[in-house]
């Protein structure tokens, strides 16, 4: 084993550690470090938050915001008229700070799964997730089953937590290699995928089918402040959990020989962060849908600014992805305005370029 990579794992101030599988080889990286862009996002997250409220169908400026948040928190101004608060604080507000918290969980699970997996390709639907509560949720809407007591997002949580339960099953026994991991991921995807598929194909109900389809694009409309306490609960645990096992991620860079005889327990820690991932998602997926590319792109964008080490990678990709599905919102919102469009397309339309840009700097295009 070599002495250089290990003393660069070792001492979290240098940035060598070694890129993804398939990666070119490190390139140097623009000051300043990780300690300034930190603050940075800090900021540009409660601006893109206090300044995207606004944005929208409704008329409302940044002043009738001031009010709002004013009169809910108990301060002396003038309250706003009904319509007005409700448009703001029950849905506006709501919807903002969901945003943030899905780019935020999104984007800190791909970075995780990426160094888990060792695939730089991996995103937070890889384990099949997302397809399993896009069955759950087919069941609910088409047939009704446990529609009373589940609804929308109850019917897509359990369907995800039945795909994360049989994945799990699946990986049972020995060998938990990322190879392992991935291919298992795909075909319990594929097999709600299919499920899905045939109920829908088997209802016939144009109307079932459209709300099904409009859901599975994602979309922030449903965004109460019971789902943001929900997801925000959710999100502090989860990147809490990823952020103590940053040193851990650093070490499956160099492969899980490498990583065990640094003292890391390979098995268990996957299995934790495979959990934690898919539940995360499994949150996400049920609150607004199923929106791609965020912990695709995100997680490696921030890699080629602040390096490879996920003390600093996990927080900045939070804070990123937070911005980014904040201002992709805001986008689906205004695009075809009055008429929202899914926040899942916008995602998709700017994932792609994004993600050849991302490929074309490290070497891969």
Not at 299 to 323: K, Q, T
Request: with cysteine.
């Amino acid at each position: 084993m070599s002495t250089e990579p290990v003393g660069a794992l070792l001492h979290p101030s240098a940035r060598t550690a070694p890129p993804l599988p398939g990666a070119a080889a490190p390139r140097t990286r623009p000051d300043p470090s990780p300690a300034v862009w930190l603050p940075v996002a800090v900021v540009v997250l409660l601006v893109s938050v206090t300044v995207s409220v606004p944005i929208g169908v409704g008329g409302v400026g940044y002043a009738d915001v001031g009010r709002a948040l004013g009169a809910h928190l108990g301060l002396p101004v003038t309250p706003l008229p009904r319509l007005t608060d409700s448009l703001l604080w029950d849905l506006r507000l709501p919807r903002v700070l969901m945003a943030a918290l899905v780019g935020a969980l999104l984007s800190a699970c791909g970075a995780t799964l990426q160094a888990v997996t060792r695939n730089p390709l991996a995103d937070p639907y890889l384990l099949g997730v997302s397809h399993g509560a896009s069955a759950g949720a087919v069941l609910v809407v088409v047939f009704g089953v446990g529609s009373a007591q589940l609804g929308l997002t109850g019917g897509a949580l359990a369907g995800a937590l039945a795909s994360f339960g049989l994945l799990l099953l699946l990986l049972r026994g020995p060998g938990l290699d990322s190879v392992r991991i991935v291919l298992t991921g795909v075909i319990v995807g594929q097999l709600f995928l299919a499920l899905t598929s045939l109920v829908l194909m088997a209802s016939g109900d144009a109307d079932a089918t459209q709300a099904v389809l409009h859901w599975l694009l994602g979309s922030m409309t449903s965004a109460r402040w019971s789902s943001v306490a929900l997801c925000a609960s959710c999100c502090a645990v989860g990147l809490a959990v990823m952020w103590l096992c940053s040193t851990a991620l650093d070490g499956f860079a160099f492969g899980t020989d490498t990583a065990s005889s640094l003292g890391i327990d390979v098995r268990t820690t996957r299995t934790v962060l495979l959990m934690t991932c898919a539940l995360l998602t499994a949150v996400a997926v049920s609150c607004v849908g199923a929106i791609g590319f965020v912990g695709l792109i995100v997680p490696h964008g921030v890699r080629f600014l602040v390096g490879p080490l996920h003390r600093a990678l996990l927080p900045l990709s939070a804070l990123a992805g937070a911005v980014f599905l904040i201002w992709t919102d805001a986008l689906a919102r205004v695009l075809f305005a009055p008429r929202e469009i899914p926040v899942g397309a916008v995602t998709a339309l700017l994932g792609v370029p994004l993600f050849l840009v991302v490929l074309r700097k490290r070497g891969d295009l």
